[in-house]
């Protein structure tokens, strides 16, 4: 079983900033493209950032996130700055193999953006 181990949620002001992080075994990460999803009550999951040989953002986090990939420490971040109230979410960060397409998942992060 694929484990994700994330970290770095909480409660952030508006314009503020935060790294969430996930970390993952050597094997894993190797040959995983890596991604991070976001969920909030009543509506599907959706994706925020991925990253293979190059990263890929929704339009909405555009110029606000970066996910970059430290293949050293089996990590990949989310670097959210300039965050907004509607970036209130679960974060859930994922494995997707790229051999076969299976998918896995971290346990999600709760990220509270609120005055």
């Known amino acids: 079983q694929v484990q994700l181990v994330e970290s770095g949620g909480g409660l952030v002001q508006p314009g503020g900033s935060l790294r969430l992080s996930c970390a993952t075994s050597a094997s894993i990460f190797s040959i995983s493209a890596m991604g991070w999803y976001r969920q909030t009550p009543g509506k599907e999951r959706e994706l925020v950032a991925t990253i293979t040989d190059r990263s890929n953002y929704a339009d909405y986090v555009k110029g606000r996130f970066t996910i970059p990939r430290d293949n050293t420490k089996n990590t990949v971040y989310l670097q959210m700055n300039s965050l907004k109230p509607e970036d209130t979410a679960v974060y859930y960060c994922?494995?997707?193999?790229?051999?076969?397409?299976?998918?896995?998942w971290g346990q999600g992060t709760q990220v509270t953006v609120s005055s």
């Open positions: 994922n494995a997707r193999n790229i051999y076969t397409l299976i998918d896995s």
